[in-house]
């Protein structure tokens, strides 16, 4: 079984770090998506309908904001999405700002500098991991996967 | 049993598995509930528990943050208990098998409407995580009020919709009532569930957190299996 990683963002400069983070979830060995128009992930003639079915799919959704993200923008659908078929969310957030979408009340979360991300991403990459073994090991517990 | 700032510190980590487990349980809203009763009978309940063992230094190290961790056990309780709710709705529901080509709104409209009209006022729909993007999809396939979703039938009228995790085998839609069926509870610390950590070596700690509940179908017919052609 691979863990599938959707990494969302709330707007286009939360757009390149989201990019970035899922690049390199990729190297670390862990799937990944991001709804940018890089053909990594996306190629011409997806429909949302395609992008909510590899949200569906994926295990966790990463919430990449930055300053600029409004909380109407298409990420607070998308966390909405995720929450309601009870999917990990965890917060990417640009360091000193307050989440858009009430995500990290007293939660934990991961915060990144603009200037350089990618610090973050081992970090935050093996942190996911670790998690996602977690909750893996918690539904075998209860038989029920 | 350890010093006040760690046991503050594992008092407010164990109480992140219930604010978790109300966020992502459906059961609330999705069932009747109620807990058990003396004259309640020949009910089957279900062991849900989750136990970790963990070392002490969790609440001791500022470098450790275990937050995720408490966060993440109550969201899969909800999972083991969504599991075991549509489990037993497929096993026992004898309503009406329907059959539609493709999940939209228009298309379901219609069933919902006419299964209102058969006096079933409190409708909810389960749509398995794989078949729910096409509906989310659309503009106004989905109403989102109050943190919950809706599906709009007319004035007044409408299903509340419960996307199932992609973790609970579910391959049809469920459209039901309500009023289903119950689902029983004994008491725990916090209404079913009890979250609880029990030294068990030296630095090791036992948390556990565990539910006993039954779901008992009180009106078989008021669940419909809609089956999307194509699929599965």
């Known amino acids: 079984m691979t863990f599938q990683v959707f990494v969302g963002y709330g707007d286009r400069q939360a757009m390149l770090v989201a990019e970035g983070f899922g690049r390199y979830l990729l190297r670390f060995g862990l799937n990944s998506f991001v709804a940018s128009t890089n053909p990594i992930w996306m190629l011409p003639g997806y429909t949302i309908s395609r992008i909510y079915k590899m949200l569906a799919r994926s295990d966790v959704l990463v919430a990449t904001c930055t300053r600029n993200t409004l909380p109407t923008s298409n990420l607070g659908r998308e966390i909405r999405f995720a929450q309601a078929h009870k999917m990990l969310v965890l917060p990417f957030l640009e360091k000193g700002i307050t989440d858009p979408f009430g995500l990290s009340r007293g939660i934990w979360k991961m915060e990144f500098d603009p200037t350089m991300p990618w610090v973050q991403h081992r ?18 517990q209860g038989q029920l996967i | 049993m350890f010093m006040n700032e760690t046991q503050t510190d594992l008092e407010r980590n164990l109480h992140l598995v219930y604010e978790s487990y109300r966020l992502y349980s459906v059961i609330w809203d999705a069932t009747t509930t109620r807990a058990v009763q003396d004259t309640d009978t020949g009910l089957h309940f279900e062991d849900i528990s989750i136990s970790e063992v963990v070392p002490k230094d969790w609440f001791d190290n500022p470098a450790i943050c275990p937050e995720p961790f408490f966060y993440d056990m109550g969201r899969n309780l909800a999972i083991i208990e969504e599991n075991y709710l549509l489990r037993t709705v497929k096993k026992n529901v004898t309503g009406r098998t329907l059959e539609i080509t493709e999940i939209r709104r228009t298309s379901l409209v219609g069933i919902v409407d006419e299964f209102v009209q058969l006096n079933n006022l409190l409708p909810v729909l389960f749509i398995p995580a794989d078949l729910s993007a096409p509906l989310y999809a659309e503009p106004e396939g989905v109403e989102f009020t109050d943190n919950r979703e809706f599906l709009q039938i007319r004035p007044n009228v409408r299903a509340q919709l419960f996307p199932t995790s992609r973790y609970v085998e579910l391959r049809d839609l469920v459209l039901a009532d309500k009023t289903l069926g119950t689902w029983i509870y004994r008491l725990g610390d916090h209404n079913s569930l009890t979250v609880e950590a029990k030294r068990i070596e030296d630095g090791m700690l036992k948390i556990t957190a565990k539910m006993q509940v039954a779901y008992r179908i009180d009106r078989p017919t008021a669940g419909h299996i809609i089956h999307v052609a194509g699929m599965n």
Do not use: D
């Open chain 1, 123 to 140: 970090t935050f990459a093996t942190y996911i991991l670790s998690l996602m073994e977690k909750s893996l090991e918690a539904r075998l």
